[in-house]
């Protein structure tokens, strides 16, 4: 296998995503790993809060199903499933493989797990579907699942996006304000992503994530919309 190019900025990437955490970890690929130059890295637009149908929204708006020009990335929470409606926007503007919605709610309605809609919408349509947009579901619940799961470090009997966030906020140093992280305006501090930032770069290397890859496809996928 050759080796793998990473893109520059002319190939036209947006990546939407619900909060801080994801742009602490994007930033961290970019700066650390990756260690992109500035015309290199794609635009990002952190919605600050929201759930996984107002990203895909803002995704689906600012699409163009025709071009591949500019490539859209909607990186969103599987914690608040997506509705029947912007399901239904997918299968409308951008064509995904025959049959999927219903194939989505037969899952659903076998209830195989609460929120595995979401999961397969995500493996189906990005398996068979090569233009806009790339869709990642932060699993399990959140961006904290996909960290936790790099890290090994996944908590015995959670139950809830909580659970995950306790865990992860347990990994960082003592002077985390638990407070200012998980807080009602989903913003944190220039200080609190610099810490968040900091302990990535502490344990988490490249050949860590090569290797996590090939087990979690949502980490597989993000480190592909860097490479050629």
């Not at 961290?28 to 015309?39: G, M, P, S």
């Not at 349509?125 to 399990?140: F, G, T, V």
């Amino acid at each position: 296998m050759g080796k793998r190019k990473l893109r520059k900025q002319n190939d036209g990437k947006i990546i939407f995503f619900e909060g801080d955490l994801e742009e602490c970890f994007i930033r961290f690929l970019e700066n650390n790993i990756l260690k992109l130059n500035n015309n290199e890295i794609p635009q990002h637009e952190n919605c600050c809060g929201g759930n996984s149908d107002s990203i895909l929204s803002k995704v689906i708006n600012r699409c163009d199903p025709n071009t591949e020009e500019l490539r859209i990335i909607g990186i969103f929470d599987e914690d608040i499933p997506l509705t029947r409606n912007n399901m239904e926007k997918i299968d409308k503007n951008f064509e995904p493989p025959e049959n999927i919605i219903e194939k989505v709610e037969k899952c659903w309605c076998e209830k195989i797990s609460p929120n595995i809609k979401d999961k397969y919408l995500e493996k189906t349509y990005n398996k068979n579907h090569k233009k806009n947009p790339i869709l990642i579901i932060s699993n399990p619940f959140s961006f904290e699942g996909i960290i936790l799961r790099i890290l090994d470090k996944m908590p015995n009997n959670y139950k809830t996006t909580k659970d995950l966030k306790r865990k992860f906020l347990s990994l960082l140093p003592p002077s985390v304000d638990i407070k200012e992280y998980d807080n009602k305006d989903n913003k944190m501090s220039s200080k609190m992503k610099a810490k968040i930032e900091k302990y990535f770069e502490k344990t988490i290397t490249k050949s860590l994530l090569q290797k996590k890859r090939k087990s979690i496809y949502e980490l597989d996928l993000l480190l592909k919309l860097y490479e050629k």
